[in-house]
């Protein structure tokens, strides 16, 4: 427990941990890098397809904003009708060894709840 504002004291920088979050946080984001990750190369309806219900305003907001972040890359073809594909980015791919852990944590949380319930 913390006695006199220790975390203060310490001069924590909590600065990087909000950031990353930042970058992942807020729905669909994380579920976007995990197909990517799985897919390697998508195009945009096969994202919408592999999410199920999220709406079409909703992921072309997550895209972009991961773009932005440089997460993603937004591969764009001069053709009719006009392709676009998604990947990952260098630092997208550097992401995905952690959202592997989250997810074999949520595994075990899983698990571990289940037991509790019985």
């Known amino acids: ?3 006199n504002n220790e975390a203060i004291e310490k001069n924590i920088n909590m600065g990087p941990f909000n950031r990353a979050l930042s970058l992942i946080s807020g729905r669909w984001k994380m579920h976007i890098l995990f197909w990517l990750s799985e897919y390697g190369v998508m195009r945009y ?3 919408k397809k592999a999410l199920g219900t999220v709406t079409h305003k909703m992921l072309s907001s997550r895209l972009k904003e ?3 972040d ?3 890359i937004r591969q ?3 053709q009719v009708p006009p392709k676009v594909e998604y990947s990952l980015s260098e630092v997208g791919e550097e992401l995905i060894p952690l959202l592997r852990q989250i ?3 949520g595994r075990t949380y899983t698990d ?3 037991k509790a319930v019985k």
């Open 45 to 47: 309806g096969e994202i």
């Open 112 to 114: 571990w709840e289940e």
């Open 1 to 3: 427990m913390l006695k």
């Open 66 to 68: 991961l773009e932005k």
């Open 103 to 105: 997810c074999q944590w």
């Open 76 to 78: 764009e073809y001069a």
């Open 70 to 72: 440089g997460l993603i």
